[in-house]
Each structure stands twice: as C-alpha cells, then as structure tokens.
C-alpha cells in the first residue's frame, strides 16, 4: 500500500526556470493539500482540492498553479521559479469528514538558485 | 479566525523524563485537534486526535494529549522520553466547517542521553 506518493524527491531549479510536482494516492480519497514547510513556519497550506476537477486557495497561494484533472492525482506547478520558493513541500490528502487525518507523501525539496 | 501556538521551538529532556510539549489553539466554536510526527526527511504522521467525547486521548508511542476547554490547551505528553522519540512535533486544528487544518510552527524535541 503506497499511501500518498510524491516525485520528484528533490530538484534544483534556476530563477525564472517552471516545474511541476505530482502527487498520486491510492486511498481514495476526495481531498488533497499542498504544503510548504519552513524552518520555524510549520507548514503554510498553499492550494487544496475537495474533489476532482476543483481546486481552492490556500494561505500562500501566489506564484503556484494546481490541477486535479484526476481524483487520484494532484499537481502543483511553479510557472516562473523564484529563491523565495526554496522549500520542502508536502502533498497529504484525506477522507471526508472534518476529523480525518492527512496522510502525508515524504516531501519534495526544491532548491531555486 | 483559527490559530494555533506551540510555545516553545525547541524543548530538550533527559531519557525517561516526563515529555511535555504545549499547544494553544484559537477557534470560534470548539475544533478537532490532531498532534503529528515528522522524523527527519519524512512526511508528517499522526500522532493521536481529539474529536469529541472523553478529553484524555492516547495516542501511538506511549503519547497522549488532554483537550480542555476552558484553557483553549492540547498539551502533549509522555511519562518516559526515549531516545527513539527525537522528532518534531506539530500540533494542528480544524474547525468543523472548514476543509483547512491549520498547523502551529512546531516543536522539535532532543533527547539527551
């Protein structure tokens, strides 16, 4: 059982420079996050998705782009990469129902030089 | 608006000492509270949480957390620290309503031999 799988697991990018990062699980569920970790900052929720084909704003949405064109699947892109954007990010989904755990992918860290 | 106060970013105790790790939390009307687990370049676990009933919750690792309400507090504790628990720790929130668990900045915890 894979759980929530993210790829790359780490990736180093030039200023102005776009990627993508995919998220899948296979649990079936209908919602799915995308955090951002920093030292001293938890985690800030930057987009999420309560099923397939939505997507909503998080905290600190600017500069990222999110699709969920399948429930299984959902990505986050950086269209023009900037250093402030150096990061480990996390991807978690969970069931419905507002006392359901995340579960958590083991985190991309991006580096942008 | 919710919030969550983990006081303390760093907290050091001895192995087999009592482990206490503080969590405040601001919500209009009364959350689900969880407490999760990073070990180094790993997602986030759960730890153990609160949804309603009895306000002691145990958790995994011999962890457990009170929920009291006239405090606002989630306290995380253990009676024996092992070495074993070195991590950080992030205590978060959800209001019923809402898709979004908030996250406070967390606490990393060391273990002294």
């Known amino acids: 059982n894979a759980g929530v799988t993210q790829t790359p697991k780490f990736r180093v990018l030039k200023t102005g420079q776009s990627m993508t990062l995919l998220c899948a699980q296979d649990?079936?569920?209908?919602?799915m996050y995308w955090y951002r970790q920093d030292p001293g900052m938890g985690l800030r929720l930057i987009h999420y998705s309560v099923g397939e084909g939505t997507t909503a704003k998080g905290e600190v949405p600017d500069g990222y782009n999110v699709s969920r064109l399948k429930k299984q699947n959902f990505l986050l892109g950086l269209e023009s990469a900037a250093p402030s954007q150096t990061s480990v990010y996390f991807c978690?989904?969970?069931?419905?129902?507002?006392?359901?755990?995340?579960?958590f992918g083991n985190g991309t860290r991006l580096t942008v030089t | 608006a919710q919030s969550v106060t983990q006081l303390g970013s760093h907290v050091s105790v001895s192995e087999g000492a009592l482990v206490l790790l503080r969590c405040n939390y601001s919500?209009?009307?009364?959350?689900?509270l969880f407490w999760y687990v990073q070990y180094p370049n790993q997602g986030l676990q759960l730890l153990l949480k609160?949804?309603?009933?009895?306000?002691l919750v145990k958790g995994i690792n011999g962890f457990e957390a009170e929920f009291k309400k006239s405090e606002t507090s989630f306290h995380l504790t253990k009676p024996s620290a092992h070495m074993s628990d070195a991590a950080e720790y992030f205590c978060a929130v959800q209001e019923d309503s809402s898709y979004k668990l908030i996250f406070g900045s967390g606490t990393r915890l060391l273990v002294r031999p």
């Open positions: 609160y949804t309603t009933g009895a306000t």
């Open positions: 649990m079936n569920h209908e919602y």
């Open positions: 978690a989904s969970r069931m419905t129902g507002a006392n359901s755990p995340l579960h």
């Open positions: 919500s209009s009307v009364p959350p689900y």
